[in-house]
Every structure is written in C-alpha cells, then in structure tokens.
C-alpha cells in the first residue's frame, strides 16, 4: 500500500535506507575477501554478530530500525546462497540509485488499520488502504520502500487462521505397482498405456551405433 509519512518520518526511512545499504555492501566487502582466500562467505550469523562491532566504529548505525540491519545480512546470506547453487551469479553492491528498500521484523510494533499502518521506528503512518483488517491477522514482517518518483510504500506480510472449507471425498482405493515394462498395473488390471520408444529404436540404435564406432 502506498503510505504518506510526515517530513520527520522520511526522514527516519530515508536514514533507514541508506545504513542498511551501508550494512549491505561493508558486509559483501569483508565477503569478497573471504570468497577470494577460500572460496566461501560468511554466514547470516556470522555476519550479524559483526555488527555491534561495526555501531562502534560507526556510532551513527544505531539511528536506524535495527531489525532491517539485521535483514541486510540476511539478504545477503541469501544472495550468497543463490550463488554457491547455481541458481544466480555473484552478489553485487546496492547502488544509492534506483528503488531502495529495508525489511524489518518488530512484530510488536506493527500492526494496521484503515488508511493507517504502523511501522517500527516510525509509529503510526498514513496510508492508502481503506480495508478493515479487523483484529484475527499476525503480521511477520514489513517492507518499506521508496520509489525513484519519490513516492513511499509499505508491503505487509501477515498470516491468519481460516476455516478449511474444501469438500473432501473419501471412496474405494485403487492400488498401484510397479512394472517394469509398462510403468505400472493398478488393482484392477490396468496397464499403463505407454510406448515403448526405446524397444522400437534399439535396432536402429545397434546399426548406428556401429557405424559410429568406425569413424574418427
């Protein structure tokens, strides 16, 4: 949801934003150098027990929401993650351009009303939503961002208990085994209607496998 904050509360995101990209890109450089001696990274723990070292150097870091420093290390660990599965390439330091954003976690100082939400740090701020949440919802976490148009956000993560209302139909069994040359025969007789695409290609298969052999 989009939210309004006062000058003073921008000013206490905008603070927010800038030491968590800090924590973020100290915390991937100590990273870069571990990575290059051994070839690993510090993990999420490892690297959140560093920063009450790192607020004694730089006493300013304790004018930011301390949970979304905590989440920077996490975000981190995350991206390390990623990287060491193959599944993205290595982290990169966060820029001061574009969109930024912070997480924090403070359940106790969260919760939201209509065209209101509260956010740690920061207390009671305007907001765009005019939905009633009543009182049955557990919020985990909040995102708060800022646009490059200047415009300020809030994304509420929450969890709430429903009645389960699915219709469950509950009727004879049918079992099922495995079958080497037809993937499976049920209780009754069936077999899996399948081709055999292997069986059919294995004289094509010899054939070309010997002339194959007789190349360089």
Request: glycine share 6%; proline share 3%.
């Amino acid at each position: 949801m989009r939210i309004y904050p006062t000058d003073i509360q921008k000013q206490k995101i905008n603070i927010t934003l800038g030491h968590s990209r800090f924590i973020y890109n100290k915390m991937l450089e100590r990273n870069k150098t571990v990575y290059a001696r051994r070839g690993g990274h510090l993990n999420y723990y490892a690297m959140q027990n560093l920063l009450p070292e790192m607020k004694s150097y730089y006493p300013w870091l304790k004018e930011a929401d301390s949970q979304a420093l905590q989440q920077a290390c996490k975000d981190l660990n995350t991206a390390y993650d990623k990287f060491f599965h193959k599944q993205a390439g290595l982290p990169k330091f966060h820029s001061r351009k574009g969109r930024q954003s912070y997480r924090t976690t403070q359940t106790r100082s969260m919760a939201v009303k209509q065209n209101r939400v509260k956010v740690p740090c920061l207390g009671w701020v305007e907001s765009s939503d005019k939905r009633d949440w009543g009182n049955d919802y557990h919020i985990c976490y909040e995102t708060i961002s800022r646009e490059t148009d200047g415009r300020y956000y809030v994304s509420v993560t929450y969890k709430y208990e429903t009645a389960d209302t699915e219709t469950r139909i509950y009727g004879k069994a049918l079992g099922l085994d495995y079958k080497s040359d037809g993937l499976y025969a049920d209780s009754e007789g069936n077999i899996a209607d399948m081709p055999h695409y292997f069986r059919q290609s294995q004289k094509q298969l010899k054939r070309l496998q010997r002339q194959l052999s007789k190349r360089v």
